[in-house]
């Protein structure tokens, strides 16, 4: 398989990209965006995924998986060094989600195929000689928010942002779904959650709303996602989007 890196940090993709050559894949590793965007568009063979380094966007202003999707580009695309998950399963399984929530509806796209690599990736990365030359110091790896008072204060402000942005039917799914961040939350559930609020929503209603939400939240951030899940929904969040979006 072919993959193409946007980096920063030539020293950590180097050692990523000979993990995986040494498994017989093709890496090519770009350093100026310029030169990576006019790679991607021109090339007659398309590579098989794209891996940007997350400190290369403000992703409070700019959203790369809309960006790609305005000029026509379908190539799958990760964050190889995302700052959600703790461990290399973890990253692993989050991939796979973003994945299939950005392309799932692409037919070409092959998990399978791309399982054994991201793996190799993901175990790369965790590594710790790669872990030096990675700079994720300066982003938050724990998902959610602590029980101290300032994150309790972030969290409420952040809620306060998107009170004022959405409805008041779609801001209380999506209230439910943030202050359960990371479980799943069942239709019925979501029913009986809004019952107390004083809102009763058949079924249809909250679909939609969810549908809402999820096409205004990949337009307004590429760090909050709402999953569907076997259980129900699921809903993501950097902890430092808390600090951006604000």
Request: glycine residues 4%; proline residues 3%; hydrophobic residues 35%.
């Amino acid at each position: 398989m072919t993959f193409y890196f946007y980096t920063k940090h030539r020293k950590a993709c180097k050692k990523i990209t000979k993990a995986l050559e040494d498994n017989g894949h093709t890496c090519n590793t770009y350093i100026n965006s310029d030169e990576f965007y006019k790679s991607i568009l021109k090339i007659k063979t398309c590579p098989d995924l794209l891996l940007i380094d997350y400190l290369t966007y403000d992703h409070s202003i700019f959203n790369i998986y809309r960006y790609m999707h305005d000029i026509g580009c379908s190539i799958p695309l990760l964050f190889y060094n995302s700052p959600f998950p703790k461990d290399a399963d973890s990253r692993l399984k989050y991939w796979i989600m973003a994945l299939n929530l950005h392309y799932g509806h692409i037919g070409s796209l092959d998990i399978d195929s791309l399982f054994p690599p991201l793996k190799t990736i993901a175990e790369t990365i965790e590594a710790h000689s790669t872990k030096a030359h990675i700079s994720l110091d300066r982003i938050s790896r724990t998902s959610g928010f602590s029980k101290d008072e300032k994150d309790r204060t972030q969290h409420e402000a952040l809620l306060a942002v998107y009170k004022k942005q959405l409805s008041a039917s779609i801001f209380s799914v999506f209230e439910i779904l943030f202050t359960n961040e990371g479980r799943a939350v069942s239709i019925p559930e979501l029913q009986q959650l809004l019952r107390k609020r004083g809102v009763c929503a058949k079924e249809g209603t909250i679909y939609s709303a969810i549908s809402r939400l999820r096409t205004y939240l990949d337009e307004k951030t590429s760090e909050i996602h709402i999953l569907k899940a076997k259980e129900g929904y699921k809903l993501f969040i950097n902890a430092e989007t808390t600090n951006t979006i604000l």
